[in-house]
Nanobody, 118 residues
Framework: QVQLVESGGGLVPPGGSLRLSCAAS????????MAWYREIPRQERELVAV????????NYADSVRGRFTISRDNTKNMVYLQMNTLNTEDTAVYSC???????????WGQGTQVTVSS
C-alpha cells in the first residue's frame, strides 16, 4: 500500500521557518523523483520544489528559490522541505508527490497546512 504522509505544517509568523517532512512507503523510493506542491483555494496547484531520485538535482519555483530547500534521505524513505523567511503568500496546503519518470506513476500525500500570519 503506497503512502505519503506529510508532517511539520502549522502556524508561523512572517519571517519564520518551518520544516516539512514526507514519509514514503509501499513503493521503491529510489526509483522516484520527489516534489512538493502547494495549493491555495481558487488557484492552480503550484510546483514548489523537486528533487531527482538520487538527490543530486533540484529545482525550485522562482517564488521560493533561495528561501526553500528540498532534500531527501534515501536510507529512510524521507523527503524534506526546509522553508525559511516565510511570508503570507506562502500560506497554502503543501503536498508531497512521488513520480517515476519512466513509468509515469504518480503518488500524492494528503497535504499539510502551512499558515504564515502574525
Amino acid at each position: 500500500q503506497v503512502q505519503l504522509v506529510e508532517s511539520g505544517g502549522g502556524l508561523v509568523p512572517p519571517g519564520g521557518s518551518l520544516r516539512l517532512s514526507c514519509a514514503a512507503s509501499g513503493f521503491t523510493f529510489t526509483q522516484f523523483s520527489m516534489a512538493w506542491y502547494r495549493e491555495i483555494p481558487r488557484q492552480e496547484r503550484e510546483l514548489v520544489a523537486v528533487i531527482n531520485n538520487g538527490g543530486w538535482s533540484t529545482n525550485y519555483a522562482d517564488s521560493v528559490r533561495g528561501r526553500f530547500t528540498i532534500s531527501r534521505d534515501n536510507t529512510k524513505n524521507m523527503v524534506y522541505l526546509q522553508m525559511n523567511t516565510l511570508n503570507t503568500e506562502d500560506t497554502a496546503v503543501y503536498s508531497c508527490n512521488a513520480e517515476n519518470p519512466y513509468s509515469g506513476l504518480r503518488y500524492w500525500g494528503q497535504g499539510t497546512q502551512v499558515t504564515v500570519s502574525s
